[in-house]
């Protein structure tokens, strides 16, 4: 039998939300110099007129007798306040993904857990998992213009082994009249320009600055695709999670590619 629990919190703007997120993401750490899903400054850049609601969903699944044999898995997503056709279909797209996501990641882990529980037990002593699966997420908003809305879908989870994992997702709409229309974050290139090289020298150059091992011994030498990246004010923001740019210890680093050095290989003008 389990124990089900469930927290719901909605923060608006920037004071209340920069401290909910400080909570509920402390357990992650730090990565690269920085909290592992980047900048918690809670703020949204470019959504002129909007209050930007978080919404913070919680639950905690007890498995067993043992308190320590559990499953946490917490999901933030923001709103946008003041309503709107756009808006409206934006908000519903954004919070029927991240609702997806935190219950197929609890339903999954229950049945997966239950697994782990009796292969423990089948063995000598009944040792038990005596650990929690967990996974923390948040879909953050970096660039809302009138043009297009861009989002990084963070996640970090842990079910075992030495340490959790963090991945990232780019997520990006284009605005079509009344309607949020997905798009691919690598259709804003030109496909017949070299970007993929030019993107792969300036974020590994940056690296190098930030001391990321394998762009420092050389290991790294290019990108094979482009890595996740958002749109921001004044350029792009690529995301190099745990493993991709030095070892899990140095955590995720983050480059920032100004427009202008991106203008010869866009085939749409930015922001």
């Not at 605005?175 to 030019?198: C, H, M, T, W």
Request: hydrophobic share 40%.
């Amino acid at each position: 039998m389990f124990l089900k629990t469930r927290i719901r919190i909605n923060a608006r703007n920037f004071g209340l939300t920069g401290l909910l997120l400080v909570l509920v993401f402390a357990a992650c750490g730090k990565e690269g110099g920085q909290n592992a899903f980047g900048s918690r400054n809670g703020t949204v850049s470019k959504a002129p007129g909007k209050q930007v609601q978080v919404t913070t969903l919680i639950d905690t699944v007890t498995v067993s007798a043992n308190p320590s044999e559990r499953i946490k898995v917490r999901q933030s997503y923001p709103r946008f306040a003041g309503g709107g056709p756009f808006w409206d279909d934006l908000n519903e797209i954004i919070e029927t993904m991240a609702l997806d996501e935190h219950n197929s990641f609890l339903e999954h882990s229950l049945e997966e857990y239950g697994l782990a529980l009796k292969e423990f037990a089948d063995q000598p002593g009944g040792l038990g998992v005596t650990f929690i699966w967990e996974r923390i997420a948040e879909i953050t908003a970096a660039h809302v213009s009138d043009k297009y809305a861009s989002f990084l879908d963070a996640d970090w989870r842990f079910t075992g082994g030495a340490h959790g994992m963090t991945a990232y997702y780019s997520l990006l709409y284009r605005r079509e009249g009344d309607k949020a229309v997905q798009i691919e974050p690598e259709s804003l290139f030109d496909k017949n320009s070299a970007y993929l090289d030019a993107v792969g020298r300036f974020c590994i150059e940056a690296l190098k600055k930030k001391d990321a091992t394998w762009a420092v011994n050389g290991e790294m030498k290019g990108l094979d695709k482009l890595p996740v990246f958002v749109l921001t004010e004044t350029g792009l923001r690529f995301y190099f999670p745990p493993y991709v740019a030095g070892p899990y210890y140095q955590g995720t680093f983050t480059v920032d590619m100004p427009y202008n050095e991106l203008k010869d290989y866009l085939a749409v003008p930015l922001p």
